[in-house]
Antibody
Framework: EVQLVESGGGLVQPGGSLRLSCAASGFSFSDRWMSWVRQAPGKGLEWVANIKEDGSEKYYVDSVKGRFTISRDNAKNSLYLQMNSLRAEDTAVYYC???????WGQGTLVTVSS | DVVMTQSPLSLPVTLGQPASISCRSSQRLVHRDGNTYLNWIQQRPGQSPRRLVYEISKRDSGVPDRISGSGSGTDFTLKISRVEAEDVGVYYCVQGTQWPHTFGQGTKLEIK
């Protein structure tokens, strides 16, 4: 059974940093592009970042470029999102997702507020 | 960026009646590999999103056959032939052909 379990969310002040993690199981993690998708409270879905199987290609939505970094550790079957210079508009539930959108985690809430 | 425009944004439907959601993309979604990466996502209240349909019309495992996707080029449709209570939620179209991948605004289906 495919499982994606996010962790690392919480309350952070504007300008602060947070690192999200996603533990993957039930499939060959190193064979899949992975993504982060977010959803602000009461709003729609927004794709945040993608990373290739070996980590050699990464793509970011413009609003997070230069602030967020997606990475992975295939030996640990884990996906990460390092978030720096956080803003109030980054407040959202962050989902770890296979790039085909066929499997989603339960999400982890990030709240940016003073 | 490819803009995905859904209509309607609110869809009240009587149980047992059909429902249809339209999605229009600002650019054609045919990838250089020949596939069209247009998906439909369902998000039930309080749950994580779930993919229903991929590559325009391919249903995911466990999705009832009363749910179907169709379309081509820039116009796509999700149809539910007979709405059931479990269909309540928000439906999104999303393109995975061109980066950044983009979602429609979402269509909220409710029971009338």
């Amino acid at each position: 059974e495919v499982q994606l379990v996010e962790s690392g969310g919480g309350l952070v002040q504007p300008g602060g940093s947070l690192r999200l993690s996603c533990a993957a199981s039930g499939f060959s993690f190193s064979d899949r592009w992975m993504s982060w998708v977010r959803q602000a409270p009461g709003k729609g879905l927004e794709w945040v970042a993608n990373i290739k199987e070996d980590g050699s290609e990464k793509y970011y939505v413009d609003s997070v470029k230069g602030r967020f970094t997606i990475s992975r550790d295939n030996a640990k079957n884990s996906l990460y999102l390092q978030m720096n210079s956080l803003r109030a508009e980054d407040t959202a539930v962050y989902y770890c997702v296979r790039v085909d959108l066929d499997y989603w985690g339960q999400g982890t809430l990030v709240t940016v507020s003073s | 960026d490819v803009v995905m425009t859904q209509s309607p944004l609110s869809l009240p439907v009587t149980l047992g009646q059909p429902a249809s959601i339209s999605c229009r993309s600002s650019q054609r979604l045919v990838h250089r590999d020949g596939n069209t990466y247009l998906n439909w996502i369902q998000q039930r209240p309080g749950q994580s999103p779930r993919r229903l349909v991929y590559e325009i019309s391919k249903r995911d495992s466990g999705v009832p056959d009363r749910i179907s996707g169709s379309g081509s080029g820039t116009d796509f449709t999700l149809k539910i032939s007979r709405v059931e209570a479990e269909d309540v939620g928000v439906y999104y179209c999303v393109q995975g052909t061109q980066w950044p991948h983009t979602f429609g605004q979402g269509t909220k289906l409710e029971i009338k």
